[in-house]
């Protein structure tokens, strides 16, 4: 990548770049802020009609990568998580069958968009103050309602022009050095560059919701207050922490307690068709928004709830008031830069990361900051492809087995074998060594 940019050893001066970058959820907002700070110019482009993506309902186990993001280029003054010191394993009767000291952050995507749009562009929100300007800093463009449809690279100027079309119709066209795809597990950006890498269904789903913690009975509450609470059983997982609750507020009484619950759905089944059609008739690909889940399909997903769970998570299933449902799936890109580095993928767009990694945010954030460090003459190409590619691979094989085990295997493998298929996701990514297949790179 011939930028300008300064080397490793501090010889050359940055010059000033325009990165494009597709999709405005967590990870466009992370590459945007990375290469803001750096001082280059930076358009988000988010399909989005309105201008603020809607609250998702989703907490975030804010891994190392995440809270090394937040603490390089956070410049809000709050907190951004609750701390959880230990995990909790329940049987079905809802006694403790496993204890382990952890301490573990976790926050919610609100928390975290709120506070990256507080950074990327000034966005005023009751989450936090918005920091002054920061002279050094590129400007920062985020434009939403604006759905790319296609890209070229002009190779006698070396650009990448992006299309663009609005929902009125509106089309036109941006033009930047160079363009990141951070658009999700089914990037319109990846698809136009490997057609044949397709977003495919696991045969199970999460099932996900909020409680405020107020709402839950004391026993209910004191196996999730501080603790990262899981069960096992045939079929189904669930696990359960306490998240910031409204706008962000860490005040206990006022948090929330979150809740993925993990379920065999077979494709193409019955059951399926029912869990992912929502209240008005529409079914849904792979998301069910909060408050469109269909009442009858919720109605019995709480009575199996009642017959398979402890007590304390079929509390807070049968309470929650926004459930919300997510197909798992699975997508690996074959490469992650393209063009001569003209194009790149980033986050989700790159490796879509099964749920049970708690890494795909944690992916966003390593994947934004090594990036920039690249851009900056930090590290060498080498080692940002490398340590890219390592991770996504790694990490997005990971979470396969995961499932596999979890979902499909629980007879054979039990409660212990799951309990150390999580500690092992668990050990910090510098203290990984990843495999040779892992970050094997070719040009």
């Known amino acids: 990548m011939t930028t300008g940019m300064e080397s490793a050893n501090g010889t050359s001066k940055p010059s000033k770049l325009h990165f494009v970058i597709i999709g405005g959820s967590l990870g466009g907002l992370a590459a945007g802020l990375a290469l803001k700070s750096l001082g280059h110019d930076t358009t988000i482009l988010e399909r989005n009609p309105t201008p603020l993506l809607d609250n998702q309902g989703a907490g975030i186990v804010a891994g190392g990568d995440t809270l090394a993001f937040f603490k390089r280029y956070n410049r809000c003054d709050r907190p951004i ?78 650009k990448v022009h992006v299309s663009y079309k609005t929902s009125s119709g509106t089309t036109g066209t941006i033009t930047g050095d160079t363009l990141i795809g951070a658009d999700g597990p089914s990037s319109t950006i990846r698809n136009h560059l490997l057609p044949t890498i397709r977003r495919t269904y696991s045969g199970y789903c999460a099932l996900r919701g909020t409680l405020p913690e107020h709402s839950a009975s004391p026993s209910t509450l004191s196996a999730f207050r501080e603790r990262f609470t899981f069960f096992h059983g045939p079929g189904r997982q669930i696990l359960a922490y306490l998240i910031p609750g409204p706008h962000g507020t860490v005040q206990p009484g006022h948090r929330l307690i979150n809740f993925v619950y993990y379920t065999n759905f077979p494709e193409a089944s019955p059951e399926l068709e029912e869990i992912m059609t929502d209240r008005h008739g529409k079914r849904h ?159």
């Open 285 to 443: 690909l792979i998301t069910m928004p909060p408050g469109l889940t269909s009442q009858k399909a919720w109605d019995k997903q709480k009575q199996l709830a009642r017959e398979n769970l402890p007590p304390q998570f079929a509390e807070i299933v049968c309470a929650t008031p926004n459930p919300f449902v997510q197909a798992v799936t699975d997508v690996l890109s074959t490469n992650h830069t393209f063009y001569d580095d003209k194009v790149i993928l980033i986050g989700d767009a790159l490796a879509g990361f099964r749920p049970h990694t708690v890494a795909s945010t944690s992916q966003a954030a390593f994947d934004a900051m090594r990036y920039a460090d690249f851009v900056a003459g930090g590290i060498t190409r080498e080692e940002w492809r490398r340590e890219t590619m390592g991770f996504a691979r790694f990490v997005q094989r990971r979470g396969v087995e995961m499932g596999r085990r979890s979902q499909f295997g629980f007879e054979e493998v039990g409660v212990e074998g799951l309990i150390g298929d999580r500690d092992r996701a668990s050990v910090p990514r510098q203290e990984e060594v990843w495999p040779e297949w892992a970050v094997r790179v070719e040009d």
């Open 81 to 158: 998580a609750v701390s959880s010191q230990c995990r909790l394993y329940l049987d079905k009767e809802g006694n403790v069958i496993h204890k382990k000291d952890m301490v573990q952050n976790m926050t919610s995507w609100d928390l975290a968009y709120y506070l990256m749009r507080a950074n990327y562009d000034g966005v005023k929100s009751d989450y936090c103050t918005v920091p002054p300007p920061d002279p050094s800093h590129g400007k920062a463009t985020h434009l939403h309602d604006h759905n790319v449809t296609d890209f070229t690279i002009d190779p006698s100027t070396n």
